[in-house]
């Protein structure tokens, strides 16, 4: 591919203006929901996180030849989700946290029963945003079946299953790959397929995006375990060290840090690699695969 440099610090600036303006309308919700519970879900999803997944959306849609507003409903449902998913984690039946994006979590700055219900409502909400907003009907759809299955049983909430369930022999990284490509993995591809499908790109497009996003997702979640191992609290915004409190299953404990920085690096390439048919277009993305392995939060 060309080196294309791209900005990516301000890329992301703007992008995220666009998602957050575009959260801000789909998180009025009607009357008939209880003030409360519209706190606690616009709390969630409009904290400052680094709108990871909508970006995703929104650049592979234009990597296909998309504009942006088709997908904007895409990349503010995967964001709904992905906020869900947070405030559920964090609770005390799950990761019991006190802290998410630099703020109290929802069910302390709220209470249990509200950060339940906020998750509930957002999870829905992402379905009804793609169902009412995504035009034809048709790829509203595919969307919804997408968003459904990347964010369900077989994928998001299956892995988070296996990994509360824990049993997972040290040295099983078949298994811990398995947890983390549905755990984190699932929502990040789904992100690229949205866009491309948004955009109306072709199968093999698709597919090269969703490798990309496979591999994206697993180096994403490989940098999560090394910053849980030596990030720090003010920057990443949660605690950290729990995952060897707690005797998880990481990459770090099994691999080591220095092998699991250098299978990082590998998944980027191999994530690069599949954004070559895009040619300059997918210069965003590739910035994006790049940013991975140096993040800090
Ligand atoms: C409760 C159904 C259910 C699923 C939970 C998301 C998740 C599954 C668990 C979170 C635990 C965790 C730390 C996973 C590692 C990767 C990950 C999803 C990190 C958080 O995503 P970021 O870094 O967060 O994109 P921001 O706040 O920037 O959006």
Redesign the pocket.
């Known amino acids: 591919m060309d080196t294309i440099s791209v900005d990516l610090p301000k890329t992301a600036a703007r992008y995220r203006a666009l998602v957050d303006e575009a959260l801000t309308v789909y998180l009025r919700v009607g009357s008939g929901c209880p003030a409360r519970l519209a706190d606690a879900m616009r709390y969630s999803v409009l904290?400052p996180?680094?709108?990871?997944?909508p970006m995703l959306v929104l650049m592979a849609a234009e990597a296909c030849g998309g504009v942006i507003e088709d997908a904007m409903p895409a990349a503010c449902a995967v964001e709904m989700v992905?906020a869900?998913?947070?405030i559920?984690?964090d609770l005390p039946a799950?990761?019991d946290d006190d802290l998410?994006?630099g703020l109290p979590t929802c069910h302390r700055q709220f209470d249990e029963a509200t950060a339940i219900l906020a998750g509930d409502g957002l999870l829905t909400l992402a379905f009804e945003v793609l169902a009412t907003h995504i035009q034809p009907g048709e790829i509203a759809a595919r969307c919804c079946a997408i968003l459904a299955s990347a964010a369900g049983a077989v994928g998001?909430?299956g892995?988070?299953a296996d990994d509360v369930a824990g049993g997972l022999e040290g040295d099983d990284l078949e298994g811990i790959e398995s947890i983390h490509a549905r755990?984190?993995g699932a929502l990040i591809s789904a992100s690229l397929e949205l866009g491309a499908v948004c955009a109306g790109a072709n199968s093999d497009r698709i597919d090269g995006l969703r490798r990309y996003g496979r591999r994206l997702g697993l180096a994403?979640?490989i940098t999560?375990d090394l910053l849980d191992v030596r990030g720090d609290l003010a920057t990443v915004?949660k605690r950290v060290g729990k995952d060897s409190e707690q005797g998880k299953a990481t990459y770090p404990a099994l691999l080591g840090v220095e092998a699991s920085v250098r299978r990082a690096e590998r998944l980027v390439e191999e994530a690069c690699s599949e954004l070559l048919p895009l040619g300059a277009n997918g210069a965003g993305l590739e910035a994006v695969a790049r940013y991975v392995l140096e993040r800090n939060?």
């Open positions: 904290a996180g680094k709108r990871l997944r992905h869900y998913s947070l559920h984690d799950m990761d998410r994006r998001m909430v892995g988070q755990k984190t994403f979640q999560d915004g939060r």
